[in-house]
């Protein structure tokens, strides 16, 4: 018998705003595709919902695949917590990989600010956890996670994202 360990990946990071807020700009296309690599994500909020995050013309322009990212939802309460398989097109290695498991959960703290973490499930996949954990700089498509999320925060506390 064989017996995997899991190996997951937690993010936590605390933003100033409602929720709700915090929610709309994960799951909402027009705001999503605002912050981080700028290419929307788009969600059917609903178990067996579809998960897509198609490339931009852009990204496609630099030899990016159309297809970034998809998956399926697995659970949705919103505004607190989504569930879902997440499968990466960026190489041949991260499609051998398959789909892996993400989850969000927010959770309302003192002061108006919402706790996100994001637990990324990358057992059996080390090129996901590579690309998603990546200390590579931002200019060579690094950043990972962390930069995302960083980036969905500066979003939501100053109306301003990356470039």
């Given at each position: 018998?064989?017996?995997t360990d899991r190996k997951t990946t937690v993010h936590r990071i605390y933003i100033y705003a409602p929720m709700q807020q915090v929610w709309d700009a994960i799951c909402d296309p027009t705001i999503n595709g605002q912050y981080g690599y700028h290419a929307p994500s788009n969600y059917e909020l609903r178990p067996g919902g579809a998960y897509a995050v198609p490339?931009?013309?852009e990204m496609q322009a630099h030899g990016a695949p159309a297809m970034l990212i998809d998956g399926e939802v697995?659970?949705?309460d919103p505004p607190?917590?989504?569930e879902q398989t997440w499968r990466a097109f960026f190489s041949p290695d991260t499609v051998a990989e398959g789909f892996t498991h993400l989850l969000w959960?927010?959770?309302e703290e003192l002061?108006?600010?919402?706790?996100?973490?994001?637990t990324h499930d990358v057992t059996d996949a080390p090129n996901i956890e590579g690309a998603?954990?990546?200390d590579t700089k931002l200019?060579?498509?690094?950043?990972?996670?962390?930069w995302i999320l960083s980036d969905l925060k500066t979003l939501l506390e100053t109306g301003q994202a990356s470039q």
């Open positions: 018998m064989t017996t490339a931009t013309p697995i659970a949705c607190s917590r989504l959960e927010l959770t002061g108006g600010m919402t706790r996100l973490t994001v998603t954990t990546s200019h060579e498509g690094g950043g990972g996670w962390a």
